[in-house]
Structure formats: C-alpha cells, structure tokens
C-alpha cells in the first residue's frame, strides 16, 4: 500500500478499479485534484509479479499473464479535507472506497481506511472523517461501523443517484493527534 503521490502513473487503473466496484465514478481529473491537493490522504493497494519485473524474475513465464499489467490495483481509498465544513470544523471525508472482487476479506480496506484516517488527524488536525454510504451496502457498513467504529450520523433521503437513501456516517480522530 502506498500514497498516491508515487503513484500517480496509476491513476486510470484507480479508476478501473472504482468503474469495475462502483456505480459512483469520478473523471480522472477529480482523482488528480484529490491527489495534488491532499497528497497524504489517498492510498493505493497493489500487486506485483513474484519474483520481480524483467530480467530480475527468474519467473517471468508465470509472473506475466496475458493482458495484465503490473503493478496491478487491487484496492484504494480516495480521501480529501471538506474545503467549507458547514460546521466550521476541520474535518476528512472519503470520496470512494474499493477492493477488487478477488482480494476481499484479506484485510486491504481496513488498512486503506486506517492510514487515511492517521494521515486526516496527523497532516491535518482533522476532527473526524465523514463518509456516506448506502444503507444496503452491508459489508460496508460492518467495515465502518462495526471494525472502525464509525457511527450513523443522519439518513440521507434519496442520496444516490438511483434513488436509494445513504446513512451520513462518522468517526472522530482527535484520538489520534
Ligand atoms: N460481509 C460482512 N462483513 C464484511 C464484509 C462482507 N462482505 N466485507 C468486509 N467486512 C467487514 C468484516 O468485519 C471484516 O473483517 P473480517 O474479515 O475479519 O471479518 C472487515 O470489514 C474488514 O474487511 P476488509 O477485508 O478490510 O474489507 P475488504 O478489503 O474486503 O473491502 C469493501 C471491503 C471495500 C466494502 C469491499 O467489499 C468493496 O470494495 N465493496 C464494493 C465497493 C464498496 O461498497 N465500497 C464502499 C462504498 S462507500 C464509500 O465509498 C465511501
């Protein structure tokens, strides 16, 4: 996992990787803005070929498969600081959150959201991290609520674009400054 920053070469295969798990997608711009403006907050899992790349992979017939480029995204976590809080504090918010299908339940969502969260409180002071999520989404709402410990702030009426309602949800860090 590392910060997009280093990554930025990745970034259409962090847009596959939101356009293949998500119905809310952003133009890549967006994804820019996110990691120019707030550089410490977004993260990237991926993988690589055993071995190493090139000549260095003894094991180049099998590293390499047909199509597939590497370092492969298999999951990220796109955060930013709300620019004008309504409540006049500082505070974070993630825009999207996703694994790959063939990666889940490994552990990698967790970790995404706990180093965005660190870097929120430590970078920025930031009070807590706000999120919105769809009340049919249990995994989810077990990752948020139940391993993170966010909790539901309102109902958000008709949020989505097809009409489904969203919980406003959030968790404090000023326990991490
Ligand atoms: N069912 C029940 N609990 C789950 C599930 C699930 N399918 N997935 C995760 N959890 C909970 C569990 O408590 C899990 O701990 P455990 O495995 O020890 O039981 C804990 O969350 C941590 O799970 P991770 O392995 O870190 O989660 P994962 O890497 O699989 O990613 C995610 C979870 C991001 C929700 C994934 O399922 C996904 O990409 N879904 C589609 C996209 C999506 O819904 N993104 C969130 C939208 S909201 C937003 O973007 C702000």
């Not at 959201?113 to 919105?132: G, I, N, T």
Request: hydrophobic share 35%; net charge positive.
């Amino acid at each position: 996992i590392s910060s997009f920053p280093s990554y930025i070469n990745l970034l259409p295969s962090v847009q596959t990787c939101n356009i293949t798990n998500l119905p809310e997608n952003y133009f890549l711009k967006y994804y820019l803005y996110h990691a120019l403006t707030w550089p410490q907050l977004s993260f990237v899992a991926v993988v690589r070929p055993k071995g190493g790349y090139g000549r260095n992979n003894r094991n180049n017939k099998t590293a390499f498969l047909p199509g597939e480029e590497y370092p492969k995204v298999v999951g990220y976590v796109l955060a930013k600081m709300e620019e004008e809080p309504s409540d006049g504090v500082a505070h974070g918010h993630i825009t999207s959150l996703s694994v790959m299908r063939t990666h889940r339940r490994l552990g990698i969502a967790e970790r995404l959201m706990r180093m965005s969260q660190r870097a929120m409180a430590e970078s920025h002071r930031a009070h807590y991290v706000s999120l919105h999520v769809r009340m049919s989404n249990n995994a989810a709402l077990r990752l948020y609520r139940d391993t993170l410990g966010f909790e539901v702030e309102k109902v958000e009426s008709k949020y989505y674009a097809d009409g489904e309602d969203a919980y406003a949800m959030r968790n404090d860090l000023k326990s991490m400054w």
